[in-house]
């Protein structure tokens, strides 16, 4: 399975770095830590937004070998993608997937959360099929396979299995210490 990706920044957000012939970073232009670009390593040390693309043949978009998109520790900047018959979108503008993928319907689940809890869970978007990368995530793709991993943990307490008469009793205990 040949995956063909497409990709869309917008300018007036970006700042491109060439790494070598082949491979460019894009760099948030508000970000003003002082860090070397061009080193991966530390990029990803810091947890930075970033993306990274490699090219086979520079002049050309249909040359995309590979990319890795790292939304970053607080995602300063919400990247999309949505995928779709061995095509691949990517883009931090999700008017950009709608008028490139057709993609228009409203996502049901999504506007109900957007309702209850002025944002949507998870990696859903308000509209079917176009996602958008979470905090601490990052977007792997080369011609053959698509992957998110999480790459952050925000809680990285250990989840434990209590009793619920333990439970409750908990609940009453911070209940107390609230309202009294």
């Not at 925000?154 to 434990?160: A, D, K, L, R, V």
Request: glycine share 4%; with cysteine; net charge negative.
């Amino acid at each position: 399975m040949k995956i063909q990706i497409y990709l869309s920044f917008n300018d007036d957000n970006w700042d491109k770095v060439r790494i070598n012939k082949d491979i460019f970073v894009f760099k948030p232009k508000h970000m003003l830590v002082n860090v070397d670009w061009t080193n991966m390593e530390e990029l990803k040390s810091l947890a930075l937004p970033y993306f990274l693309v490699h090219y086979s043949n520079v002049d050309t978009t249909e040359s995309i070998m590979r990319v890795e998109v790292n939304a970053g520790v607080i995602r300063a900047v919400p990247i999309f993608y949505f995928s779709k018959d061995n095509h691949l979108y990517i883009s931090d503008s999700v008017e950009w997937l709608i008028q490139n993928t057709g993609s228009k319907e409203l996502n049901t689940l999504s506007v109900i959360e957007l309702l209850g809890f002025g944002y949507v869970t998870s990696d859903r978007t308000l509209i079917n099929g176009i996602k958008c990368l979470q905090a601490g995530e990052v977007l792997y793709v080369d011609k053959d396979n698509i992957n998110v991993k999480t790459t952050y943990l925000y809680n990285s307490f250990e989840i434990q299995d209590m009793p619920s008469n333990e439970l409750k009793k908990d609940f009453k205990l911070v209940s107390e210490d609230i309202f009294n």
